[in-house]
């Protein structure tokens, strides 16, 4: 009896820590509440399904962007993952289109992003954007009304919007006026609008041009100023990432550029404190645009049960599931019906209404150079050179024709380590 | 009473021990025959192919491996993929007009790394030998609730590094509590980790704070084992306390403080885990330290690079040997200077 229970026990073990055919397993990671959703959503999922088990692992961002690469180079990992470096990694990615129920419904609400997501030249079905984002700025309102600066308008450039930022920094003693994220992707938005394009006629990374120089001259002026926040660019090095809105939630800047993500954790960390909303993209000579972007959710080629992930895929791809999921994450969504229609986000709060409608009329505003970014491969390259050596320069370290330089050398060392 | 709780420890004992008397039972005959077969040598090298296997699957071939990527080039991960390039990523890494000016080199990130790991090394060791033998002085003395005291001094070491880099960003960061009291006290709160000579300030006491506890002990174990009678000679011939602390404390110490000097030393070359969490090697590039150089290029970085990461790697290995060279022959001598007393 005893040696029974012991056996039993034992067995409870390993079933428990094993993964069996009918398995399939999630790698995901939340920026706010998008990993209960789909926790929701694939319980409903098994329900009808009881031959799949869905494990769903809810991990750190950092463990997508540094150990997801290198289980997938060792031709391992999840069976469906969650990604943001979808172009990078698109060589490990399962082509859906023999297990997927209806092919021809994935390449009506999802086509136009896919070679976001494959390799340059494939016809594959890789999987499905959860969310589209997009590039843009907040505006604490609050702060603006207090001090009597009135809030620039759609077509303000991004001298203007600091020049705002910067009277409300003084009348109301803030530490700064405005704070941009430490990344490479967000301030490509604003080079894109003062005339920058990466990509090279080869499709190779091109030197940086006039457009990358001016808006880096003028980050590393504000810095100077006193009217960016210092901390987020300069208290790191490399490609480190750093958001600044922690600042933007305590009321400590007036601008805050990052992006349609953010809006449902503004949302639930600000709640009442104050009046915010999102503004778009300020402008430059060469356009107002935003960077697009967003997460995919892929299917890897190393799974032993394609089938079951097929319809795990074919389900969340759902339109019904798909609004609901977008209504439920307050994201914008990819899935070209649900955009179609019309979407009743969950949520009371006046400021995030108005903010995802601004981003949803900022997303028809666009620019060529910043939606070819998301399918081109060399993107990270690029905006991790940016990162460090631009904030080499704020930190004193490096003059900017040094950095400019630098910035040159990097990428194309990278994309000749790449190469090899 | 006593005999019955003795009766109930050595049964106890005897339990514990019969499936250990039976193993050995078991053993014996194949174990004697062995013995008879290989010899006292053989049966030297059947007890230690055990630890040589683990230590060869754990150490010796990822050092092999190592010294083969840093000599590859391209992002594959597996080595057949990877494109041989013979020496060339240490000729990357050398690459310099000047050693001295990191501006100078191709890979300007890694000289940098170099000097600021360097010169943390020089600071941060003093430091700590320092505040180790002052906090192990005093807690050497008749202190009230010196075993409190003792505890208090070494519970930073049990910490994990990112709880230890956590902790004083919480308190260093510009609305930290040390800017708090710093703003209450009526100063000018200070952005100190974002200026550079507070930032690398706050990496080295951060450091030391995290670790003194650890190398106090070793040097209050060195302080105890220094006879008393010394110190009550010293003090009847009317020796000031300082002449005391150079001419006996010292000298007897000096073993310890030699072994101190070059643990500190090798922990001082790999800093990496407390200071990333604290400062991310910023602001710019002012406590970017060897082993973040190595973590970056090596799986930070999207576009990662195996080889120049390795070969890197290999640079610092093979600093880290010297210096545990130096360790191994200071343990030697002290070894046979205590055969000779």
Known sequence: MRMNSIILGLSAALLSSTAFAGDVRVMWYSDGVEGEVIQDLLNRFMKDNPGINVILDNVAYKVVQEQLPVELEAGRGPDIARVTNIKELADHWLDLTPVVADPAYWQTNFGDQFDWMRPDGSKIIPGFMTQITLTGGFVNKTLFEQAGVPIPAETATWDEWIDAAGKVQQSQQLNAAFAIDRSGHRISAANISYGANYIGADRLPAPIDAGTKAFAEKLVNWVADGRMNKEIWVSASGTTYRAGADDFINGQIAYYYSGSWQVANLASKIGKNFDWVATGSPCGPAACTGMPGGAALVAVKYTKNAAEVGKVMDFLSREDIMREFTERTLFLPAHKGVLAGKIDYKTDDENVKASLEAFLKASGKIAPNAAALPAWKWGTPVYGALVTRISQVMAGELKLDEAFVRIDEDIKAQVTEASK | ?341
Request: proline share 4%.
């Open chain 2, 1 to 341: 009473m006593a005999d019955v709780r003795n009766g109930i420890a050595t049964r106890a004992g005897a339990m514990i021990l019969a499936p250990v008397g039976w193993l050995a039972n078991l053993f014996d005959s194949p174990l004697r025959m062995l013995q008879r077969r290989t010899g006292s040598n053989g049966m030297a090298v059947f007890f230690l192919a055990p630890n040589m296997l683990v230590f060869g699957i754990f150490v010796l071939f990822p050092l092999v491996i190592n010294i083969l990527y840093s000599m590859t080039g391209g992002g594959a991960l597996f080595l057949g993929d990877r494109t041989f390039v013979g020496a060339d990523q240490y000729g990357r890494l050398f690459s310099c007009s000047s050693y001295l000016d990191p501006k100078s080199c191709i890979e300007d990130l890694f000289w940098i790394a170099v000097w600021n790991t360097l010169a943390f090394v020089v600071l941060q060791v003093a430091m700590m030998v320092a505040v180790a033998l002052v906090t192990a002085l005093v807690l050497n003395r008749e202190l009230r609730a010196r075993s409190f005291w003792r505890a208090v001094f070494f519970f930073p070491v049990l910490l994990s590094p990112v709880v230890v880099g956590l902790i004083w960003r919480w308190i260093l960061q510009r609305q930290g509590l040390l800017n708090l009291m710093v703003f209450e006290a009526g100063g000018t709160p200070v952005n100190w980790l974002v200026e550079r000579n507070w930032a690398f300030t706050a990496a080295i006491m951060v450091s030391v704070w995290a670790h003194v506890g650890f190398y106090a002990l070793i040097l209050l174990a060195g302080l105890q084992a220094i006879p008393k009678d010394l110190y009550e000679a010293a003090e009847m011939d009317g020796t000031r306390p300082l002449r005391v602390f150079w001419r006996i404390t010292l000298p007897l110490l000096a073993p310890n403080l030699l072994v101190v000097l070059v643990l500190t030393l090798i922990r001082a070359v790999q800093i990496f885990d407390e200071v990333y969490v604290l400062t991310g090697g910023g602001p710019g590039t002012s406590t970017l330290f060897l082993t973040q150089y190595i973590y970056e290029v090596g799986f930070a970085s999207m576009l990662r690079n195996p080889g120049l990461a390795s070969a890197a790697s290999i640079l610092m290995g093979a600093v880290l040997v010297v210096l545990t060279l130096i360790q191994l022959g200071i343990a030697r001598r002290n070894e046979q200077r205590g055969k000779m007393r």
